[in-house]
């Protein structure tokens, strides 16, 4: 079975900061990963996604995550946070091939502070 | 690139009666489409998997005669929520899958019940 964890359901930056959201991951099977944001009353976005390919996956608007294995994470960075950046994000797993489902985090609320 | 379309953007009825929510993949062909419900300040619920030409596979604990899915046609899936209650209000997406790691999310649909 597949699950995520998403360490920190609110998280405060201030503007320019490092922005780190955390996500661990459950997988009997080698997971395909990915990391969503979500703006309010909207649908979710790909930020990125890790497919069993290169573990640092670079994603859009500066985003980009790094699979560990031996940790069993898949934490979401980016160097300076904007104040677009104030979003929620989350964190899913899929097992990959055809029809298979997403399992999704909990979520991270992020807050950029001026 | 992939697009799905997802209507109404929100939605407000009465209790006791029905609404159909439409998911259309714009460009490509989708034989699987899931169903997303996330209530305020939560994650997203899996639903329930529409394949096209065949009964949706439903969620633990989701009522399929509640929520009909409705899977026509490769580009259109449809939920109905049956005679809606104020407890159904809730964010509803849909997804498909555009390919072995890809996964294009609609919009969402704000469904109130009043």
């Known amino acids: 079975a597949q699950s995520v964890t998403q360490l920190g359901s609110h998280v405060s930056v201030s503007e320019g900061a490092l922005v780190l959201l955390r996500c661990n991951y459950s997988s009997s099977v080698p997971p395909y990963l990915f990391w969503y944001v979500q703006y309010p009353n909207q649908g979710l976005q790909l930020l990125l996604k890790?497919?069993?390919?290169?573990?640092l996956v670079k994603g859009i608007n500066g985003f980009e995550a790094e699979f560990k294995k031996s940790e069993t994470s898949f934490h979401l960075t980016k160097p300076s946070a904007h104040m677009s950046d104030a979003a929620e994000y989350f964190c899913?797993?899929?097992?990959?091939?055809?029809?298979?489902?997403?399992?999704f985090g909990t979520g991270t609320s992020l807050t950029v502070i001026p | 690139g992939a697009v799905v379309s997802q209507h109404p953007s929100w939605v407000i009825c009465k209790s006791g009666t029905s609404v159909k929510i439409e998911c259309r993949s714009l460009d490509f062909q989708a034989t699987t489409m899931f169903w997303y419900r996330q209530f305020p300040k939560q994650s997203l619920m899996l639903m329930a998997t529409s394949n096209e030409g065949s009964k949706a596979t439903y969620e633990q604990g989701v009522e399929k005669d509640k929520f009909l899915i409705n899977h026509a046609s490769l580009t259109l899936s449809t939920l109905t929520v049956t005679s809606a209650h104020p407890e159904d209000s809730s964010f509803y997406i849909c997804?498909?899958?555009?390919?072995?790691?890809?996964?294009?999310f609609g919009s969402g649909t704000r469904l109130t019940v009043v």
């Open positions: 890790y497919t069993s390919a290169a573990t």
């Open positions: 997804s498909a899958k555009t390919g072995n790691y890809g996964y294009t």
């Open positions: 899913a797993v899929t097992k990959g091939g055809t029809g298979n489902q997403f399992y």
